[in-house]
């Protein structure tokens, strides 16, 4: 499992995910020193080990929060076993990131000056979110996400094309922002919404990516297409 940590170089599609997804779509983007949104309450997914090996940080790590000035101390967690809490410092300020490691539940807490702000954290095992995946004449089943949140298809039979790609979710499931992120091997990046056609281009290494989320509890889960 591996750790966030910047690169100036052989930087992995994972760090864009991180910053472009996990801190947009689930949590507070940004707070200052004199106000700061931290949640009281927080779900994470675990997910097999097979699916860090593949996606690296941007599965094995979510965002709590961004504190874009004061200094952050004491950061701690009630129960190291079930997640583990760091900071990581980026242009915009201070990035509280969570590292979770088996199902539980427990607290994070951190200061920033003298105030000190909790989270209640709950790890969950990931679950199958997809009733079914289509892009272009190629139809993906729900079998596919049944222990894995990802798939993959030949970069070969997609090249230069452009495909309607449509996530189909379960009942109870829905899209955090109802688009697609792509991510091209070239770094470029760019958004479709959902059942738009995508140009698949750039080389292999490709991935399509959304965020879903179940209704009735919050948990977030990180679906992808990798087009190798």
Do not use: H
Not at 144 to 159: G, I
């Amino acid at each position: 499992m591996k750790m966030y940590e910047k690169k100036k170089s052989g930087m992995r599609i994972s760090a864009c995910i991180l910053a472009m997804i996990l801190l947009f779509a689930a949590l507070p983007a940004q707070a200052s020193a004199a106000s700061i949104d931290v949640p009281d309450s927080l779900i994470l997914t675990l997910y097999a080990s097979k699916d860090l090996n593949a996606a690296g940080d941007s599965k094995s790590v979510s965002a709590l929060t961004l504190i874009s000035s004061g200094k952050v101390t004491g950061l701690k967690s009630n129960d190291t076993s079930i997640v583990k809490i760091y900071k990581n410092t980026v242009d915009d300020g201070t990035e509280i990131l969570l590292l979770p490691k088996k199902t539980g539940t427990t607290k994070v807490s951190f200061k920033v000056g003298n105030k000190k702000y909790t989270t209640k954290i709950t790890v969950k095992k990931y679950v199958n979110p997809i009733s079914s995946v289509t892009v272009g004449d190629t139809k993906i089943s729900s079998s596919k996400f049944k222990t894995l949140s990802y798939a993959n298809l030949k970069y070969a039979d997609y090249k230069g094309k452009k495909v309607k790609v449509t996530f189909q979710l379960k009942s109870g499931w829905s899209l955090t922002s109802g688009y697609i992120n792509v991510f091209y091997a070239n770094s470029k990046t760019t958004s479709v919404k959902n059942g738009k056609k995508i140009t698949i281009s750039g080389g292999k290494g490709c991935a399509l990516l959304v965020l879903v989320q179940k209704d009735s509890t919050g948990q977030t889960e990180l679906i992808n297409l990798n087009f190798k």
